[in-house]
Structures are given as C-alpha cells and as structure tokens.
T-cell receptor, first 113, second 114 residues
Framework: DAGVTQSPTHLIKTRGQQVTLRCSPK?????VSWYQQALGQGPQFIFQ???????QRGNFPDRFSGHQFPNYSSELNVNALLLGDSALYLC????????????FGSGTQLSVL | GENVEQHPSTLSVQEGDSAVIKCTYS??????FPWYKQELGKRPQLIID?????GEKKDQRIAVTLNKTAKHFSLHITETQPEDSAVYFC?????????????FGQGTTLQVKP
C-alpha cells in the first residue's frame, strides 16, 4: 500500500518563475492538503482539496493555487516566485476532509534563488 | 487568530528519563489534537492523537493529556531511547467541523543522550 508520494523531491528556481508540485494521496484517501514548512518552523496550512474543489484556504496569497484531479491526486502551483517561498512543501492526505489521521508525504524542497 | 504555542523549543534528556512537551491553543472550538514526529529530512509522522472528549490517551511509552478548560495539552514520553531523538510538533484542529486544517506549534527538538 503506497503512502503519500510527492514529486519532485528537490527543485531550484529563480525569482519570478513559476513552479508546479505534484502529490498522489495514500490509497483510499480522497482529500489532499498542502502545507508549507519553513526551516525550523512547523508546517503552515496552504489549502485543502476535496471533490476537486478548494474547500479551505490558509493565509497565503493568490500566487498559490492548486488543483485536484478525479483520481484524487493534486498539484500545487506557485507563480511569481519570491525568495521567501523557499521551503519544504508537504502534501498530506486524509479521508472525508477531516483532520484525523493526516498522512504526510516526504515533501518537495523548493529553493528560490 | 488561531495559534498554537509549543514549549520548550529544545529538550535534552538522558536515555531512560522522561520527556514532556507542552502546547497551548487559542481556538476553543478545536476538538482534535495530534502529535507528529519528524526526523531529519523525513516526513512528519503521526505518533498519537486525542479528541476533546478524552482527557488522556496512552500508547506504550507515549501519552497525551488534554485540559480543555485551560486549552492546554502535553506529550509525555517515558523511558526515552536514542531513537526518540527528533523534532516533535503538536497541532490543533482549525476549529470548524468538516475541515482538515491543522494549526501546528513551532516544534520541539528532543535530544536523547545515550
């Protein structure tokens, strides 16, 4: 049983560029949430996708957008990258939108130069 | 706004001793409190969780206590082992029902000295 998988594992971009991160949820899960984890900090909620719609959003600008596909996989897009966007981006999956038993992927380490 | 405070930021104990990490939350509507362990370069892993209708929960050497009145919850690790060394995060459910938002604390780096 595959857990949450994310790609790529590492990414280097320059300011102003755009990036797309991908996530496949744990088998049987239908909800995907994205978190940003800056170095030495706890994860911060970006948004959650359920039934292919953004159901809840954290305090992140519109440069951050996402999508969920019919197979429950998800993408996180960030436009007009800033240096401050450098962080570990974690995808987490769960069942039925609830926070219980949230399973995290290993993350994508994004560096913006 | 929603906030979770976690203390201490670092904790060093001798192998076999107990470790306690404390968190407070601000949203009185929060009803679910998980704890995650994150080893260096790895994903956060759920180690124990508690719902607001329970005051204490144990799983082998790990226990969590919750005081809803004080909006305070704690992680207790007994008989610590070197493999317990990691960063531990507490979290609180973001309030409203049917949402998956977790508010995380800042993390506690636990070092268990052999």
């Amino acid at each position: 049983d595959a857990g949450v998988t994310q790609s790529p594992t590492h990414l280097i971009k320059t300011r102003g560029q755009q990036v797309t991160l991908r996530c496949s949820p744990k088998s049987g899960h239908d909800t995907v949430s994205w978190y940003q984890q800056a170095l030495g900090q706890g994860p911060q909620f970006i948004f959650q996708y359920y039934e292919e719609e953004e159901r809840q959003r954290g305090n992140f600008p519109d440069r951050f957008s996402g999508h969920q596909f019919p197979n429950y996989s998800s993408e996180l897009n960030v436009n007009a990258l800033l240096l401050g966007d450098s962080a570990l981006y974690l995808c987490a999956s769960s069942l039925d939108r609830g926070p219980e038993k949230l399973f995290f992927g290993s993350g994508t380490q994004l560096s913006v130069l | 706004g929603e906030n979770v405070e976690q203390h201490p930021s670092t904790l060093s104990v001798q192998e076999g001793d107990s470790a306690v990490i404390k968190c407070t939350y601000s949203d009185s509507a929060s009803n679910y409190f998980p704890w995650y362990k994150q080893e260096l370069g790895k994903r956060p892993q759920l180690i124990i969780d508690i719902r607001s209708n329970v005051g204490e929960k144990k799983d082998q050497r790990i226990a969590v206590t919750l005081n809803k009145t004080a909006k305070h919850f704690s992680l207790h690790i007994t008989e610590t082992q070197p493999e317990d060394s990691a960063v531990y995060f507490c979290a609180a459910h973001g309030g409203s029902s049917n949402t998956g938002k977790l508010i995380f604390g800042q993390g506690t780096t636990l070092q268990v000295k052999p």
